[in-house]
């Protein structure tokens, strides 16, 4: 249940976070999928997905201390 517009935004956060983590996981998977792919480049795919994951962990976390228990 949703009783402030604190919990819709950070909602909101969380659908992004997860885009943007789906997005970072799918670029690198499609690089990694290319014959001699540059290892650097799957280098900074793998950080940008690291970071969205975290990302996704932070808003998580902060979904869950606002969490009403019924």
């Keep these: 249940m949703i009783i402030s517009?604190?919990?819709?935004?950070?909602?909101?956060?969380?659908?992004a976070a997860?885009?943007?983590?789906?997005?970072?996981i799918n670029a690198l998977l499609a690089h990694l999928n290319i014959p001699n792919h540059d290892?650097?480049?799957a280098i900074q795919l793998s950080q940008q997905m690291e970071e969205a994951?975290?990302?996704?962990?932070?808003?998580?976390?902060?979904?869950?201390?606002?969490r009403i228990r019924i």
């Design 5 to 15: 517009s604190e919990h819709h935004n950070l909602l909101e956060q969380f659908k």
């Design 18 to 24: 997860n885009e943007e983590q789906g997005a970072a």
């Design 53 to 66: 994951s975290d990302k996704v962990a932070i808003i998580h976390n902060q979904l869950e201390a606002v």
């Design 39 to 41: 290892r650097n480049i």
